[in-house]
C-alpha cells in the first residue's frame, strides 16, 4: 500500500510539476536574438572618447552608434567606495516610458552611495584609448571596438565587452540589452542564483545558459540551468591567486552564458529590457567580492533568536486543534520547536488577512496558546486576491491597487488558489502601503505572528503560453510592462511585508519568509529552496543551492526538511535532519497529498536521532546568532563554501555538500544512502588541525580528504583548532527557553596553546540592540589564561553567565584552574580525560559583563577521569543536572 501510494505521488507530481513544454528555453525567447549577436543586422557602438568628462565625480560620455540615425546611448561610469566600478549605459533621449531601473534592489535606491573622484586621461578626438584611475584601480577604455579593462595594481582582471557582443536594441518592439565580459587568473565560476545546480558554474555555450526568470516550478529538475524561484544577477570569478565578480542589475528575463577556460571565465550575460546596469567587483579575493556585492544590495538585519530554531508546516494544518496538538506531541516526546506554520486553509475560503470561521474560529487564542509555550506562529500571505464583492480587501483594492491587463484600463484577472483572482501592483506605492497597512488588523498586528510570502514569482494557473505566470504585457504601475519588472515583483511584496509589520504597535524585529526573491531580498526576508521532493538528490542538492544564495547575499536559506512532495524512507528522513540542522533555516514541511511526517509519528530509533539532530542545532544557537549579528555588520556570508577560506586548495573548488558556519565549523553531513565510511575533506594543510565532535573530539589534520566510519547516529561536524565555540548545552523544548541558561565555552586550542572565539548577546526580539543594547565580546585563551574582551562600547545586563568549560587539546601540564576576580582568586572544579584529551572545569559562575579571567597553573594536583565518569560529566553539562 505505502509503495503504490509513493507511485501515485510521484505520478501525480510529474504531472503537476514536471519539468514539461510550459518552460521556455532560450530559442522561444529573445535570448536566441541576442546570443546570436554580433551579426550584420545588430547596431555595433564606439566610445567617443572626447565627450568623456566628469560630472558630479561621475565619468560621462557618449557612445556613438554604426549606423546613421540609430539611437545614440551614454555612457556613465562610477567608481564606488571598496572600488567597485559602476558601468550605465541608456538611451541618450529617454523613449516615453522611460527604461525600467531596478535600483529598489540597491540600498537606498543607490542615492547615498559614496562616489570617489576619479582622474580621467587621453580623452581627446585623436586617441584610441583613454583611462579612468583612482588609487590602485585603472579603467582602460577603448574607443572601438568598445571595451573596458579593469586593473588592480597593474594586474588585469576582468575586461567588459571584451568579444565585442554588445548589444543595445532601441526598435521599439526589440528593446533588450547583452554585454560580456572575461574574467583573468580564475578558475570558477560561483554564483547566479536560483538554480537547482552544483556550486560551480558550468560551461553552457553549447547547452541551455543559466536563466532568470521567477516561476511557480515545483519538483523541479536537478543540475539544471532552467529558472526557478529568485533571480540574482551576481557572478563570482574566483581563483587560487585572484577573485573578481561582476553584478548585473536587471529586472527582465535574463539569460547568461558561462564559459570556463583554463584561467579565464567569460560571461555573456542578456536581459529582455531594461538600462544596462553593471557593477564591476574588483575583488581580489572571494570574501572582499562578496563584501562589496553587500555594500551595494545590503545585508539581512538581525533576526530574532527564535528564527534559528526548528520550525514544522505543513500544507496544511487544517485546523487551530491539530496545531495545539503537533505542539503538544513534540513537548511530550522532548522534541524541540519553536514556530507553527500556517498554510492557505486557515483562511476564509482563501482570502487571506481572514480567518476560517469554524476550523480556526478563536485565531487569538491559538496565538496565546502557542505564546504561553514561547511558540510563535507563521502564517502565509500571498499576492493574489479572490475575486469577491462581498471580501473586503477585493472591494478596496479594486481599480485602484492591482496590476491592470494589457490595456491598461482593467484589472489583470487570472486563476491561483481562491479561483479567479487578482493581483496586487506591489509597485505602486500607495499600494504597497495599503497591503502593509493590513498587517494591523485581524490578528495579524500580535507580535508573535510572522509571515510567509508564498506564490508571489507571480503564479497564476493556466497560462502556459505565460509558463504559469502574469502575462508579459500586463500593466503595472507607471504604465510598467511586467516583461520589465518580472523578476522583481516578489521582491516588492516583501518590501510591503516588511514596511507593515514595521508600523506595529509591539516593535520587534519581522520574520518574513519568500519564495520569489532578487537582489537586495535579504534586506526583508529569508528563503528556501522551494517545493523539493523526497530524495537524496534533492537533499544533496540543497547545499550548494543555499551555499550559492549565501555568497548571494542571502545567508537565511533552507530547504524542506524531509522533502515537500513523495515520501522519505526512514533512512532519508532522518539524515535529512541531521543535515538541515545545519542550514541557516530549519523547517520541516510537507504536501498535502503525502501521509503526516512529524517527528514523533516516527518509531523510537528514528525519534531519538531526530531529538539528537535537534538538539545539535539548538546547542550551537548562540554561534549562528552571533554569526548572524556579524553578517548585518559587515557582509560576510553566515554559511560558506570551504574555498571561500582556503582558495589556494584547488581540491576544495567544487566541494559543495561541506559547509562551512563561520570560519570555525565544518559540518559534512551523510548524505548517501546506507553508507558505513563517509568521505570527508578537512582544508589548511597539516598545521590545520579540525576535532570531530561526533567522535569524541578526535582530531584529524587539514591534509584533504578523509575515510570516517559512520552509522545512522553519526553527524559529522569539525571545529577547527585555534577556535573557541560558546554553546548552550542544557536540553530544552524552545530556543526561548534557553536565553538564561548558562552558556558552556568550548575551547580548541592549536598548537600553541591559542584559541578565540566571539558571542553576540541581546534580548533577542527588539531593536533596543540599536540602540547598543547588547554585548559581544571575543574570548581568548593565551598563555594559559583565558579572557574576555568587549569589542563594543555598549551594555547588556541580562547576558547569561559561563558555568562550564570544555578544552579540547589542553596543555598537559594543567593541574590547577583559578579565577580571578579583582585581588582574590577562586579554585575551580576541574577533571581531565586522558583518553580523549579532554579537560572539564565545571560549576563556577562568570559573568560576561564583570569580565573574565581565568588561569591555569601546573600546581596540585587533578583528577584523572575515567570513561565512565567522563560519560557522567558530560550529560551534567548536556541536561543541566
Known amino acids: 500500500m505505502r509503495f503504490t501510494l509513493v507511485l501515485l505521488i510521484t505520478f501525480f507530481v510529474g504531472l503537476t510539476y514536471g519539468n514539461d513544454s510550459r518552460w521556455k528555453d532560450c530559442q522561444d525567447t529573445f535570448c536566441k536574438r541576442l546570443r546570436g549577436s554580433p551579426g550584420s543586422t545588430k547596431v555595433s557602438y564606439s566610445v567617443d572618447l572626447a565627450s ?223 538600462v544596462l546596469d553593471l557593477f564591476i567587483l574588483p575583488g581580489p579575493t572571494l570574501p572582499q567580492a562578496v563584501k562589496q556585492y553587500s555594500t551595494l544590495t545590503g545585508t539581512a538585519s538581525l533576526p530574532q533568536y527564535f528564527t534559528l530554531g526548528y520550525h514544522q508546516s505543513r500544507y496544511s494544518y487544517m485546523n487551530q486543534d491539530d496545531v495545539v496538538d503537533v505542539v503538544k506531541n513534540f513537548d511530550e516526546k522532548l522534541l524541540p520547536i519553536d514556530v507553527m506554520w500556517l498554510d492557505i486553509d486557515y483562511t476564509d475560503e482563501k482570502k487571506y488577512f481572514t480567518w476560517d470561521p469554524k476550523r480556526f474560529s478563536k485565531p487569538q487564542e491559538l496565538i496565546d496558546n502557542l505564546a504561553k509555550t514561547n511558540r510563535k506562529l507563521v502564517a502565509i500571505i500571498d499576492p493574489h486576491i479572490k475575486i469577491d464583492d462581498n471580501y473586503f480587501l477585493h472591494k478596496e483594492a479594486k481599480g485602484k491597487y492591482y496590476v491592470r491587463d494589457s490595456s491598461g484600463t482593467k484589472d489583470f484577472e487570472g486563476k491561483c488558489w481562491p479561483g479567479m483572482s487578482s493581483y496586487l501592483d506591489f509597485l505602486n506605492p500607495k499600494a504597497r502601503e495599503y497591503y502593509g497597512n493590513l498587517y494591523l488588523t485581524n490578528h495579524f498586528e500580535n507580535k508573535n505572528v510572522h509571515v510567509w510570502n508564498d506564490m508571489n514569482e507571480p503564479a497564476v494557473f493556466e497560462q502556459p503560453a505565460d509558463e504559469h505566470s502574469m502575462p508579459l504585457d500586463a500593466t503595472h504601475y507607471g504604465n510598467r510592462k511586467h516583461r520589465d519588472v518580472h523578476n522583481i515583483y516578489g521582491f516588492y511584496q516583501t518590501v510591503g511585508t516588511k514596511e507593515g509589520m514595521m508600523k506595529r504597535k509591539d516593535k520587534v524585529r519581522p520574520f518574513i519568509l519568500t519564495r520569489s526573491h532578487f537582489a537586495g531580498t535579504q534586506r526583508y526576508a529569508a528563503v528556501w529552496t522551494g517545493d523539493n521532493v523526497a530524495t537524496w538528490d534533492y537533499m544533496k542538492i540543497s547545499f550548494p543551492m543555499c551555499l550559492t544564495e549565501a555568497l548571494a547575499g542571502i545567508s537565511f536559506c533552507g530547504a524542506d526538511v524531509g522533502g515537500f512532495s513523495g515520501i522519505p524512507d526512514d533512512e532519508l528522513y532522518q539524515r535529512w535532519y541531521q543535515a538541515g540542522a545545519w542550514l541557516p533555516f530549519y523547517r520541516g514541511h510537507s504536501a498535502i497529498d503525502v501521509p503526516r511526517r512529524e517527528p514523533y509519528l516516527y518509531g523510537d530509533d528514528v525519534q531519538g536521532r531526530i531529538r539528537a539532530a535537534l538538539h545539535q542545532r539548538y546547542i550551537h544557537i548562540p554561534m549562528w546568532y552571533t554569526l548572524f549579528y556579524e553578517h548585518e555588520r559587515a557582509g560576510e556570508p553566515v554559511i560558506r563554501p570551504i574555498t571561500y577560506h582556503y582558495p589556494a586548495e584547488s581540491d576544495a573548488f567544487d566541494i559543495e555538500h561541506e559547509v562551512l558556519i563561520g570560519q570555525n565549523i565544518l559540518a559534512a553531513p551523510v548524505m548517501d544512502k546506507g553508507v558505513l565510511h563517509h568521505k570527508v575533506y578537512l582544508p589548511g594543510g597539516s598545521g590545520e588541525v579540525w576535532y570531530n565532535i561526533d567522535d569524541n573530539y578526535r582530531p584529524y589534520n587539514g591534509t584533504g580528504y578523509h575515510l570516517i566510519p559512520v552509522n545512522l547516529n553519526s553527524m559529522p561536524v569539525f571545529y577547527k583548532a585555534g577556535s573557541i565555540i560558546s554553546r548552550k548545552d542544557a536540553m530544552k523544548l524552545t530556543s526561548i527557553d534557553t536565553l538564561k541558561d548558562p552558556y558552556t565555552l568550548y575551547i580548541v586550542l592549536n598548537g600553541n596553546g591559542y584559541a578565540e572565539g566571539k558571542l553576540y548577546v541581546d534580548d533577542g526580539e527588539t531593536f533596543s540592540y540599536q540602540d547598543k543594547k547588547y554585548y559581544y565580546v571575543n574570548f581568548v585563551f593565551e598563555n594559559n589564561t583565558l579572557t574576555a574582551k568587549a569589542l563594543s562600547n555598549t551594555t547588556y545586563a541580562d547576558a547569561a553567565p559561563i558555568t562550564n568549560l570544555v578544552i579540547i587539546n589542553p596543555p598537559h601540564t594543567i593541574k590547577q584552574v583559578k579565577q580571578i576576580n579583582g585581588t582574590s582568586a577562586i579554585d575551580l572544579n576541574s577533571s581531565y580525560n586522558e583518553k580523549h584529551d579532554l579537560l572539564f572545569v565545571t560549576n563556577f559562575t562568570a559573568k560576561l559583563q564583570e569580565g573574565i579571567d581565568i588561569k591555569f597553573t601546573s600546581s596540585a594536583s587533578i583528577l584523572t577521569l575515567s570513561i565512565g565518569a567522563f560519560i557522567a560529566v558530560c550529560i551534567s553539562i548536556v541536561y543541566n543536572i
Open 52 to 274: 568623456l568628462k566628469l560630472k558630479e565625480k561621475k565619468v560621462v560620455g557618449v557612445l556613438k552608434p554604426s549606423v546613421t540615425n540609430a539611437v545614440t546611448l551614454t555612457l556613465t561610469i562610477s567608481v564606488l567606495e571598496d572600488k567597485i566600478c559602476h558601468i550605465s549605459i541608456d538611451e541618450e533621449k529617454a523613449p516615453t516610458t522611460p527604461r525600467y531601473k531596478a535600483h529598489d534592489a540597491l540600498v537606498e535606491g543607490g542615492k547615498n552611495f559614496k562616489i570617489v573622484e576619479p582622474k580621467v586621461s587621453g580623452n581627446t578626438g585623436t586617441a584610441t584609448e583613454a583611462s579612468i584611475t583612482y588609487d590602485d584601480l585603472k579603467v582602460t577604455i577603448y574607443k572601438s571596438p568598445m571595451k573596458f579593462e579593469f586593473y588592480k595594481n597593474d594586474t588585469l582582471f576582468s575586461v567588459v565587452n571584451a568579444n565585442n557582443r554588445f548589444v543595445f536594441e532601441t526598435s521599439g518592439t526589440e528593446t533588450g540589452v547583452g554585454l560580456d565580459i572575461s574574467f583573468k587568473n580564475v578558475q570558477r565560476a560561483y554564483g547566479l542564483p536560483e538554480h537547482a545546480d552544483h556550486l560551480s558554474l558550468r560551461t553552457t555555450v553549447r547547452e541551455e545558459p543559466y536563466r532568470h526568470f521567477n516561476l511557480d516550478y515545483g519538483s523541479y529538475e536537478l543540475e539544471s540551468t532552467q529558472a526557478l524561484y529568485g533571480a540574482i544577477g551576481v557572478l563570482y570569478a574566483h581563483g587560487n591567486k585572484l577573485s573578481s565578480g561582476a553584478f548585473w542589475l536587471n529586472a527582465a528575463q535574463t539569460w547568461t552564458d558561462i564559459t570556463n577556460s583554463p584561467n579565464q571565465i567569460d560571461a555573456y550575460f542578456m536581459s529582455e529590457s531594461g
